[in-house]
Nanobody, 124 residues
Framework: QVQLVESGGGLVQPGGSLRLSCAAS????????IGWFRQAPGKEREGVSC????????YYKDSVKGRFTISRDNAKNLVYLQMNSLKPEDTAVYYC?????????????????WGQGTQVTVSS
């Protein structure tokens, strides 16, 4: 059974950092395009970042460019989202997902599997 599990969320002060992890069971992540999404209360889910299976393409939402970094650890079958200089507007539930394509300008296209999400709260 294909399963994605996010971890690493929590409460952090503005300007702080968190590293989210996306773990896979039932398949090998390095063969897949992986994306991070987030959903804040009362808002639609939005794409934050993605990385292609070949690692040739990455995408970042404009508001997180220069602050967030997506990466893989194939040996551990993990994908990370390093989040620095966090802002209150980054507060949301963060999800990882697999998709058909990671487009450098659009993000993750045609998602296929989702994790259950991890809460990130940025507040003083």
């Amino acid at each position: 059974q294909v399963q994605l599990v996010e971890s690493g969320g929590g409460l952090v002060q503005p300007g702080g950092s968190l590293r989210l992890s996306c773990a896979a069971s039932g398949f090998t992540l390095d063969y897949y395009n992986i994306g991070w999404f987030r959903q804040a209360p009362g808002k639609e889910r939005e794409g934050v970042s993605c990385i292609s299976s070949s690692d040739r393409n990455t995408y970042y939402k404009d508001s997180v460019k220069g602050r967030f970094t997506i990466s893989r650890d194939n040996a551990k079958n993990l994908v990370y989202l390093q989040m620095n200089s966090l802002k209150p507007e980054d507060t949301a539930v963060y999800y990882c997902a697999t998709g058909i394509q990671c487009h450098w300008r659009i993000g993750l296209i045609r998602t296929t599997s989702w994790g259950q999400g991890t809460q990130v709260t940025v507040s003083s």
